[in-house]
């Protein structure tokens, strides 16, 4: 694609923004850069002399300057209606970042600022789509996996009530309350050290063995199952809510387009109409 000529025809300057956010090579500069200011903001946290100091404050300095030119461009590229820049979520949050660092009073605080430098690598999900689908693939699967969490609550809860009923007293060590039942339960669902834990118990009644069996088959198999299976759905609808983003966003570009070349066509309209009614024959 041809880059437009910028000119006079302030049209053209979206059309531009458009074409440089929507370039590869612009989007790997803008990941590169953002790896960039994350390596930088690691290497603050060692002990360093002041010429490095400095050098990496002017690293910083040059990534926020790329960044605010990047929430420019993206404002530019909506031509006369910027306000549909923020309609999208991460629009608001590269906006938020960016421009508060240049707020009175929040780049005095050196907390908030070095908060305000990490969420900057926190771009990085838009610049990758696979890291952006998984992200909204969390987000997806936090509020349908409450229900594999809560079942999981109760049967954990239910068994360490087992567990204290029928071996508090043969093995006060690891089923003396429910508390000390839960742990050694949620060490199985974790698989930590689940050997160690089955044979210490075993120690002081072999009896624990089929009740950790049991556990183990529902408990750490079936129900961490539900769960994956509730994330690998999220993940396919992220994928296809990303997909059709990603379709709607060109769409919305070629659309974008067709109307500044309209506005231009009828500002030229409208310019000739001028001209034509201040156009005499007779003087």
């Keep these: 694609m041809r880059v437009p000529t910028l000119g006079t025809d302030p049209s053209r300057v979206p059309a531009a923004c458009r074409w440089l956010l929507a370039n590869p090579r612009f989007q790997m500069v803008s990941m590169v850069v953002i790896l960039v200011n994350a390596a930088a903001l690691g290497a603050m946290t060692f002990p360093h002399s002041a010429e490095v100091a400095t050098f990496l404050h002017w690293v910083d300095h040059v990534c926020l300057g790329f960044f605010t030119f990047e929430v420019l461009a993206g404002l530019l590229s909506f031509g006369r209606r910027p306000l549909r820049f923020f309609k999208d979520g991460w629009n608001v949050f590269d906006f938020v970042i960016v421009f508060a660092s240049f707020m009175p009073g929040l780049r005095e605080n050196v907390t908030i600022l070095r908060m305000l430098r990490l969420a900057r690598i926190v771009r990085i999900f838009r610049s990758l789509p696979s890291l952006r689908v998984l992200l909204v693939a969390a987000g997806k699967s936090l509020p349908k996996s409450a229900g594999v969490f809560a079942l999981t609550g109760v049967v954990m809860y239910l068994w360490a009530m087992v567990g204290w009923i029928a071996f508090s007293s043969s093995d006060p060590e690891h089923f003396g309350t429910v508390g000390k039942a839960l742990l050694n339960l949620f060490q199985l669902v974790a698989f930590d050290d689940m050997g160690n834990v089955i044979r ?15 556990f183990i088959l529902f408990g750490a198999f079936v129900l961490v199952n539900l769960l994956l299976g509730v994330v690998l759905a999220s993940m396919e609808e992220a994928q296809r809510l990303d997909d059709i983003d990603d379709q709607i966003s060109a769409d919305t570009a070629i659309i ?4 500044d070349k309209l506005q231009v066509t009828v500002d030229k309209l409208q310019a000739d109409q001028e001209r034509g009614r201040g156009f005499t024959p007779f003087r």
């Design 256 to 259: 974008l387009e067709r109307i």
């Design 200 to 214: 210490g118990s075993m120690a002081h009644n072999p009896w624990t063995l089929p009740y950790y069996v049991v």
